[in-house]
Each structure stands twice: as structure tokens, then as C-alpha cells.
């Protein structure tokens, strides 16, 4: 699954409530304060962009474009983006909300801009394929357990906030001794039997599709856990997975 995302952050990073799809998300930047005025927060005017205009394109096709002055804004008023030791992105969101992330587009956005701070402090090319591994990883479970559902905005939104998830995933790897390297095999093709039981569990209270339909839908459900099955290669992968799904669904 490598649906396409686009936030466009014209004004200090609004977008729209729409639902989003698999394969595509639409984009319709909200209003705001025309004047955004630096609150100088924290002395962090070092990561000020010298550009007129910072276009940044994330993995799977993430964009985000805002102007100068917005970008510098929220450096201004969001100092936690760059602590030492960064929280995770839910605790970080539940304390420094401001009233151009107070939506759930806003906590969207929050997400998305909390996790390219952090992707340069872990490592951009360091991490890269750690990094889209994640992110492959969170957003199948998010599309298996979406479909469970035949949809809904909270999947939608997960689907943006995956990438402060990620990140946080990456900045957990980037600082921890991974000492534990035995063979995982047994224990994934527990996770992953547990998956195709869930699959199986939910087919039979499903009545929105019968017959050639559901057969169908099974398949294409079984393809996401086939997709994990390949993602998942070592301990750090099967835990951070596991995590992820018992935390958020």
C-alpha cells in the first residue's frame, strides 16, 4: 500500500476534512490569520529558512509547502520540535496545541511537520530505509484494520499521523542498543497467523459482502498481511508493529 498524500501548508499548515481514499488524498487549505506573529518561544531562530518559499517532499510522496515567514512561525512557537530528547508525537501534540494545529486537520499537520524536525536530527539518509520500512509497516496495519471498518476519518487521519509515529520509531532505533538478534520466525508467524485469524474472525460477523464479493475481499485482506509478513525482517520491526497495533487499534 502506497497510497499518495499531499498537505500543502499555505496557511501555517491547514487542510481540509475530507475523507481520504487508498490512493488519494484531497487537498483544500482552510483559513487562517493573515499575521502570523513570531513569539519567540525558544532560541531557535538558527533553523530559520533562508529561502523565500521551503518545499519538502517526505517519503511516499509527502509534500508540504509553506512560505518563509510560516515556517519560521511555527520554529518560533513549537521549541519541542527541537529538545534533546524529543517525546513521542501524541504527548508532544497533547501539550503544545495552538490554534493553527487545534483541528484534527491541525493534529494531522502537527504529526507531519513534528516528524521532518526529528527525521533531521535521527538522520535523513542514515535512516531512509528504516524510515520507509516503518512507515510501509504502520500504514498496512492502519489500511487492514481501515478496511475491517469499510473506512472512516480516524483511519484517514492515522494515515498522516504515521509519519511522527514512524519518525518517533526511528529516533527509538537511532538511540537504542538493539542487542537482541535471534531468529524471529516463531514469533512473527504467531503475529502473522494472528493477523489471518483476525481476518478470518471478522469475515464471519461482516454482512456488507456476501458471496463472490467477500471471497474477494478476503484475498485482498490477506494481501495486506502478506505484505507485512515480507516488511517485518527483524525483532525491532515485529516490535514496533506489534505496538503500534495494540496501541492504536
Given at each position: 500500500?502506497?497510497p499518495?498524500l499531499?498537505?500543502?501548508?499555505?496557511?501555517?499548515?491547514?487542510?481540509n476534512?475530507?475523507?481520504?481514499s487508498?490512493?488519494?488524498?484531497?487537498?483544500s487549505?482552510?483559513?487562517?490569520n493573515?499575521?502570523?506573529?513570531?513569539?519567540?518561544?525558544?532560541?531557535?531562530?538558527?533553523?530559520?529558512?533562508t529561502?523565500?518559499?521551503?518545499?519538502?517532499?517526505?517519503?511516499?510522496?509527502?509534500?508540504?509547502?509553506?512560505?518563509?515567514?510560516?515556517?519560521?512561525?511555527?520554529?518560533?512557537?513549537?521549541?519541542?520540535?527541537?529538545?534533546?530528547?524529543?517525546?513521542?508525537?501524541d504527548?508532544?501534540?497533547?501539550?503544545?496545541?495552538?490554534?493553527?494545529?487545534?483541528?484534527?486537520?491541525?493534529?494531522?499537520?502537527?504529526?507531519a511537520?513534528?516528524?521532518?524536525?526529528?527525521?533531521?536530527k535521527?538522520?535523513?539518509?542514515k535512516?531512509?530505509?528504516?524510515?520507509?520500512?516503518l512507515?510501509?509497516?504502520?500504514?498496512?496495519?492502519?489500511?487492514?484494520?481501515g478496511?475491517?471498518?469499510?473506512?472512516?476519518?480516524?483511519?484517514?487521519?492515522?494515515?498522516?499521523?504515521?509519519?511522527?509515529?514512524?519518525?518517533?520509531s526511528?529516533?527509538i532505533?537511532?538511540?537504542?542498543?538493539?542487542?537482541?538478534?535471534?531468529?524471529?520466525?516463531?514469533?512473527k508467524?504467531l503475529?502473522?497467523?494472528?493477523?489471518?485469524?483476525?481476518?478470518?474472525?471478522?469475515?464471519?460477523?461482516?454482512?456488507?459482502?456476501?458471496?463472490?464479493?467477500?471471497?474477494?475481499?478476503?484475498?485482498e485482506?490477506?494481501?495486506?498481511?502478506?505484505?507485512?509478513?515480507?516488511?517485518?525482517?527483524?525483532?525491532?520491526?515485529?516490535?514496533?508493529?506489534?505496538?503500534?497495533?495494540?496501541?492504536?487499534y
Amino acid at each position: 500500500m502506497k497510497p499518495a498524500l499531499c498537505l500543502v501548508l499555505i496557511t501555517l499548515l491547514s487542510c481540509n476534512n475530507q475523507p481520504r481514499s487508498a490512493t488519494q488524498v484531497p487537498v483544500s487549505p482552510d483559513t487562517v490569520n493573515d499575521t502570523i506573529v513570531h513569539t519567540n518561544k525558544g532560541n531557535n531562530s538558527k533553523y530559520y529558512s533562508t529561502q523565500n518559499t521551503v518545499l519538502i517532499v517526505a517519503e511516499t510522496d509527502d509534500t508540504m509547502i509553506f512560505s518563509k515567514q510560516e515556517y519560521d512561525a511555527v520554529i518560533d512557537k513549537h521549541p519541542e520540535f527541537f529538545e534533546e530528547f524529543p517525546n513521542d508525537p501524541d504527548a508532544l501534540y497533547s501539550n503544545n496545541k495552538d490554534v493553527n494545529f487545534n483541528s484534527e486537520q491541525g493534529q494531522d499537520n502537527y504529526y507531519a511537520v513534528y516528524a521532518y524536525f526529528l527525521k533531521q536530527k535521527n538522520g535523513v539518509e542514515k535512516y531512509a530505509a528504516q524510515r520507509k520500512k516503518l512507515i510501509d509497516i504502520f500504514r498496512n496495519i492502519n489500511h487492514l484494520f481501515g478496511m475491517f471498518q469499510y473506512g472512516g476519518t480516524y483511519f484517514g487521519h492515522q494515515h498522516t499521523r504515521i509519519l511522527g509515529y514512524a519518525e518517533y520509531s526511528v529516533h527509538i532505533l537511532a538511540i537504542a542498543r538493539i542487542e537482541k538478534t535471534y531468529n524471529i520466525s516463531k514469533q512473527k508467524e504467531l503475529y502473522i497467523r494472528s493477523l489471518r485469524q483476525l481476518i478470518d474472525d471478522e469475515s464471519k460477523i461482516d454482512f456488507e459482502s456476501m458471496g463472490k464479493e467477500k471471497i474477494e475481499r478476503t484475498k485482498e485482506l490477506n494481501k495486506i498481511v502478506d505484505e507485512l509478513d515480507k516488511l517485518i525482517t527483524d525483532i525491532f520491526f515485529l516490535r514496533q508493529a506489534q505496538e503500534f497495533q495494540y496501541e492504536y487499534y
